[in-house]
């Protein structure tokens, strides 16, 4: 069987339909691009064949993108020599997609050819819309939920099928921008504004509307401005004087935003700006260039393996139970404050039934007024409709009654942090709702396993950590108490897959995963102010290796009192162990002088009335005065990283963590963990385990022993391994 099938009908039209077997959405593969140039071939030599539609066999999309499995095997295939396989692979596929854009026509009368249309039942990402891209017209149908666009900087490579180079030289640099350099997605409608779709049909239209213009093409209608004669880049190449403004100013602009790290910004830019001087054969090369430059980079591999490959897997449940179906129909979701609320309202988004219970009707009520206020804004941003936001309040029942939680398959409890107010609602709960129901609670700090001892039945008590905002935070931690069954495991990991987030499954252990690599990186900015370091080299050194936030400014974000609690929670349990009082000090006199952070107005940064930014507070130079010798920026940078890593290598080697992948994904998206790197165990195998044992060393006797290498990195070290050799991409750790 093959993904492309060809049919000629009596009007001398050929259909080449799209449809991958055995996905609910087309992927490229290697064997689908032969498969296609089959067609196009057979196509232009048949002369009873006036010309080609290419469409999709599945209902509502086009295709959602490349197999990226494809760039592993290119790179095999030249043996020791990685680089000519990418090259040569990324050059045969563009000589096919030229095939579709020059159709046969003689190159120099430009007359000859044959119109190949591209017909878009809905999304068309990636290599969905370069191949679109190539043909002569594009046409959606108007379908509201479609994606459209080139979202491969994301994943950190970019459109490298000519979609980089055609899409700039149909809109100009400045319109191509936020699609190439944000992978911006539009509805059918949005891409027709922008400029990417050329015409947009009802969706029973589409088919129809593409013969008719394959039937009335005439030769000017199927060559490309930028192969016809005196072709002009819209607002101008980079030696045009607008050009000229443009490239100055996106260069300006993705050194800002990506600080230099992501190669493959970069990469693009150098692309687009070299490409748009040149004829358009001769750009293509130079894009398969630099994204052979770009595929070449550990960097791109490893963001591929972590935000494509790996979280894939995740979300597909490859740490899940062997277990019947555990999908929740109606969840309990107890206290109704800002956790409470979310998960109510990500719950019903995802049509469950939710329970809201809080102490106090007024509290339950605001609870859900939180998702009535979410869907007003989706409708102001036309993201929504009235009747999406009946439906979904219609869904949560907010009440104090606890009798309504009959009938509840999962509770989620998200109640005060207080271990007595917490056990009070498990017992009470476990009276009202059925024998096989699955007790979560959201707790960002206390032990599951004490927790479950509130329970009748700790198989079934299980941890869903959640992190705030709810609604825009993409990981789950789901954590297992020692009690903790396979039931529990698939119930939480169904459900984060229905309200579509990513899980991790890790163990219990204080801080769980993800606040137990960032505390550490919080402490360690806050360190460095009391040493005398320059807070602007601490909070740059940071964004400059990756991070989004620097540690001074993620305090300030998380509150000042938060970081208190944590404290004083933290020294409580590891009394004379405990090694941060020299932090303690500067988070204690913050918040005495009331500085609590962005919620205050004032923290480490100063603020305006509005509650912008304004700078570094002076009042922290005063306090803790500069030393004369300031650290140079690897060190610093090599501090906050460390702090962080060297925790989840622990986390790893302590079996709280069951599975690298999960240690790379959940550090992406629980805390920002530089993700040009892939994640903390993708960036030990960059700099390989050697190197960071040597690291460790340095940093230990300059800075003590919280910087101790683990010994799991020193007997990788002795072998020369890395990480996913080790642990391998499908292996479990512990
Ligand atoms: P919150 O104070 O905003 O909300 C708690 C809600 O629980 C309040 O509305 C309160 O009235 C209600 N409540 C208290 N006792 C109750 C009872 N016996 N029965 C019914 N309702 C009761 O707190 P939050 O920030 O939403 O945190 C809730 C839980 O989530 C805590 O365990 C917290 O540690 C955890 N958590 C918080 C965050 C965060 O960033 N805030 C992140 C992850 C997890």
């Known amino acids: ?51 080609v539609i290419i469409t999709s066999g599945k209902e509502g999309s086009f295709a959602g993108g490349m197999d990226l499995n494809i760039i592993a095997k290119m790179k095999e295939s030249e043996g020791d020599n990685p680089a000519k396989g990418l090259f040569e692979g990324v050059m045969g596929m563009h000589a096919i997609l030229r095939k579709i854009e020059r159709a046969g026509m003689d190159p120099k009368t430009l007359k000859g050819g044959k119109p190949i249309v591209a017909a878009l039942p809905g999304t068309a990402l990636g ?18 939920k479609a994606k459209i666009g080139l979202p491969e900087i994301m994943v950190g490579i970019f459109p490298g099928a000519g979609g980089t180079m055609r899409l700039t030289r149909k809109l100009g640099a400045m319109g191509a921008s936020p699609l190439l350099l944000e992978g911006k997605l539009n509805d059918p409608m949005k891409a027709k504004a922008a400029g990417v779709v050329d015409e947009v049909v009802p969706a029973d239209q589409l088919l129809e509307r593409a013969k008719e213009w394959v039937l009335n093409a005439k030769d000017a209608d199927i060559v ?9 880049m819209p607002g101008g190449a980079p030696y045009h004087p607008a050009g000229f403004m443009t490239f100055v100013g996106a260069s300006a602009m993705v050194h800002g935003k990506t600080m230099g790290v992501y190669p493959a910004a970069k990469s693009l830019l150098s692309a687009v700006y070299e490409g748009s001087m040149v004829p358009f054969d001769t750009a293509l090369k130079i894009e398969a260039r630099w994204f052979t430059n770009v595929l070449m980079n550990p960097s791109s591999s490893a963001m591929i393996r972590s935000l494509f490959i790996n979280k894939e897997a995740l979300e597909k449940g490859a740490n899940r139970p062997a277990v019947a179906d555990e999908k929740v129909s109606k969840v309990g979701v107890i206290g109704a404050g800002m956790m409470g609320a979310g998960i109510a309202l990500v719950s019903a988004l995802a049509g469950i039934k939710v329970v809201l219970i809080d102490a106090k ?25 009235e009747e999406k936001k009946e439906v979904v309040l219609s869904l949560i029942n907010a009440t104090t009654d606890y009798s309504a939680l009959k009938g509840c398959d999962l509770i989620v409890e998200a109640v005060f942090e207080d271990i007595g107010v917490k056990a009070e609602v498990t017992k009470k709960i476990e009276e009202i709702v059925g024998e096989d129901t699955i007790f979560a609670t959201n707790t960002s700090t206390l032990p599951i396993t004490d927790l479950a ?19 825009k935070m993409l990981l789950v931690e789901i954590i297992k108490g020692k009690a903790t069954g396979d039931r529990a495991v698939a119930k939480a990991l169904d459900f984060v897959r229905q309200i579509r987030k990513t899980p991790i499954v890790v163990n219990d252990a204080r ?108 009042g922290l130079g005063e306090k803790y005065s500069l030393s004369d010798t300031q650290p140079d920026l690897t060190e610093v940078q090599h501090r906050l ?35 040009w790197s892939g994640g903390p165990f993708s960036w030990l195998d960059m700099i390989g385990a050697p190197r960071a044992v040597e690291i460790c060393e340095s940093l230990t006797a300059s800075h003590g022993e919280r910087f101790t290498a683990p010994k799991l990195l020193h007997d990788m070290a ?17």
């Open 511 to 618: 801080f769980f995963y993800a606040n137990r690599c960032i505390i550490p990186y919080i402490n360690e900015g806050i360190r460095l102010v009391t040493e005398g370091v320059a807070p602007a080299l601490i909070e740059n050194a940071a964004k400059m290796v990756g991070m989004p936030l620097g540690p001074l400014q993620l305090t300030d974000e998380t509150s000042i009192d938060l970081g208190v609690k944590i404290a004083k929670a933290t020294k409580a349990a590891m009394g004379a162990d405990y090694p941060n009082d020299t932090v303690d000090e500067v988070l204690f006199w913050m918040a005495d002088a009331g500085r609590l952070g962005r919620k205050a107005n004032a923290g480490f940064f100063a603020y305006d009335d509005k509650g912008k930014r304004t700078g570094l507070w002076e």
């Open 361 to 385: 009707q007024e509290a339950a009520d605001k609870g859900k007024a939180y998702t009535t206020a979410y869907m007003d804004k989706g409708i102001a941003r036309k993201k929504a409709t």
């Open 718 to 734: 002795a072998k020369n391994e890395s990480f996913y050799e080790r642990f391998g991409a499908n292996q479990k750790a512990a």
């Open 224 to 232: 490309k401005p930028w192969d016809a004669k005196g072709y002009k």
């Open 1 to 51: 069987m093959t993904d492309f099938t060809y049919s000629v009908d009596a009007d001398g039209v050929a259909t080449i339909t799209w449809d991958t077997v055995g996905k609910s959405m087309n992927v490229m593969n290697q064997q689908g691009f032969l498969d296609l140039e089959v067609h196009i071939d057979t196509a232009l030599a048949d002369d009873a064949v006036k010309g």
């Open 641 to 675: 990283l460390f702090a962080q890593v060297l925790e989840a290598v622990r986390a790893l080697e302590e079996g709280v963590l069951m599975d690298i992948r999960e240690g790379d994904v959940g550090a992406i998206l629980g805390w920002g963990f530089a993700p």
């Open 127 to 144: 290599i969905g819309l370069e191949i679109p891209l190539a043909c002569h017209r594009i046409i959606a149908a108007d379908n509201q």
């Open 453 to 471: 001892k509130a329970s009748k039945r700790p198989e079934q008590f299980i941890g869903i950590h959640f992190f705030s905002p709810v609604d």
